[in-house]
Each structure stands twice: as structure tokens, then as C-alpha cells.
Antibody, heavy 123, light 108 residues
Framework: EVQLVESGGGLVQPGGSLRLSCAASGFTFSSYAMSWVRQAPGKGLEWVSAISGSGGSTYYADSVKGRFTISRDNSKNTLYLQMNSLRAEDTAVYYC????????????????WGKGTTVTVSS | EIVLTQSPATLSLSPGERATLSCRASQSVSSYLAWYQQKPGQAPRLLIYDASNRATGIPARFSGSGSGTDFTLTISSLEPEDFAVYYCQQRSNWPPGTFGQGTKLEIK
């Protein structure tokens, strides 16, 4: 069974840092691009970042560029999101998602999602 | 920056009825548009990609159409489990992965 399990969320003060992890199983992790998508409380979906299967190409929304870093460890089947200089507006559920394309390139279409991990930025 | 506008914001229908949801892009996205369904407390689910292709395991009552700037998601006969929020998403223009604001499909 294809599965994604996020972890690492929590309460952090403005200006703080947090690292999210996403453990993948049930598919050849390195063959697929991956993304992070977030959803603020009561709001819609916002794409945050994506990474190719090899990890050689990364993409960021303008709202997080320069503050967040996406990475992956294909030997551990794990995706990461390092979040620095956190702001109140970063408060959201963060979803890890598998790209549907099987070329390891990013298509931005996401066919498998984790259940999400909650990040709250507040003093 | 591209903007996706979904309409209506809320659609009230009964089981068995036909649902038509709209997504309009502020500039052409060719056929690079997807639709997702999200139920309360759950992660989104990919329904349609490249405007008209059903994702794996998606029932045939879901169909997508359109190209350029105007797109439609149609649910031919609503089942009770179809009442949810639906989002469109484009991958053609910057910023990639942009979502619309969503349409809530509720039971009348």
C-alpha cells in the first residue's frame, strides 16, 4: 500500500524553525517527485514546494522562498521541509504529496497525500 | 501571476442530481488543469488531471472538460459521498501548483 506519513509539526514562536518529515512506503520513492502543500485553518490549499525524484531540482512558492528548504533522502525514503523564520501566516496543516508523474520530474499533480501535520506559529 | 477563480462558491444539490463546477484561469493554462476533492478532516484526492483524464480509481461519474481559460468538473449523478469541497489546480504558469479557492458542494 502506498503511504505517506508526516511528522515534525508543533507549536513554534515567530522567527523560529521547524523541520517536517514525510516517510514514504509502498512505491519506489526515488522515481517520483514530491511536494508539500499547506492549508491554513478554514482556508484553501496552497502549494508550497516541490522536488524532483533525484533531488536535483527544487521549486518554491514566493511566500516561502528563502525561508523554507525542501530536500529528500532517497536511501531513507523520506522527504523533508526545513522551515526557518516562521511567521504567523505559516500556521497550517502541511501535507506531503506524491507526484503522479513517473518520470521523476515535477508535474505538480499529486495523486497520493499524507494525513498532514499541523504547524502553529504563535507567541 | 495566474489566478484560478472557481464558481459557484457553494452549490446546493440533492443526491442523484447533476453537478457542474466551474474553474476560470486569468490566463491560458492550455489543458494543464487538475481537480481535487477534499472531505472534512481528510487530505485532498486527485480526481482529474490534464483537464479530462480521470485519476486511478475515480468513478466514471466524474468528468472534466475545457481548455485555455475555462474548465468544468461534472458529476453526472451525485452520490452521498460526493458532497465535499472541490479545488482546481493549474501547472502551466507561475506560480506552478496554484489552486482555486474551492467550491463547496453541499446537500440540499
Amino acid at each position: 500500500e502506498v503511504q505517506l506519513v508526516e511528522s515534525g509539526g508543533g507549536l513554534v514562536q515567530p522567527g523560529g524553525s521547524l523541520r517536517l518529515s514525510c516517510a514514504a512506503s509502498g512505491f519506489t520513492f526515488s522515481s517520483y517527485a514530491m511536494s508539500w502543500v499547506r492549508q491554513a485553518p478554514g482556508k484553501g490549499l496552497e502549494w508550497v514546494s516541490a522536488i524532483s525524484g533525484s533531488g536535483g531540482s527544487t521549486y518554491y512558492a514566493d511566500s516561502v522562498k528563502g525561508r523554507f528548504t525542501i530536500s529528500r533522502d532517497n536511501s531513507k525514503n523520506t522527504l523533508y521541509l526545513q522551515m526557518n523564520s516562521l511567521r504567523a501566516e505559516d500556521t497550517a496543516v502541511y501535507y506531503c504529496a506524491k507526484d503522479r508523474g513517473d518520470t521523476a520530474m515535477v508535474t505538480y499533480y499529486m495523486d497520493v497525500w499524507g494525513k498532514g501535520t499541523t504547524v502553529t506559529v504563535s507567541s | 501571476e495566474i489566478v484560478l477563480t472557481q464558481s459557484p462558491a457553494t452549490l446546493s444539490l440533492s443526491p442523484g442530481e447533476r453537478a457542474t463546477l466551474s474553474c476560470r484561469a486569468s490566463q491560458s493554462v492550455s489543458s494543464y488543469l487538475a481537480w481535487y476533492q477534499q472531505k472534512p478532516g481528510q487530505a485532498p484526492r486527485l480526481l482529474i488531471y490534464d483537464a479530462s483524464n480521470r485519476a486511478t480509481g475515480i468513478p466514471a461519474r466524474f468528468s472534466g472538460s475545457g481548455s485555455g481559460t475555462d474548465f468544468t468538473l461534472t458529476i453526472s449523478s451525485l452520490e452521498p459521498e460526493d458532497f465535499a469541497v472541490y479545488y482546481c489546480q493549474q501547472r502551466s504558469n507561475w506560480p506552478p501548483g496554484t489552486f482555486g479557492q474551492g467550491t463547496k458542494l453541499e446537500i440540499k
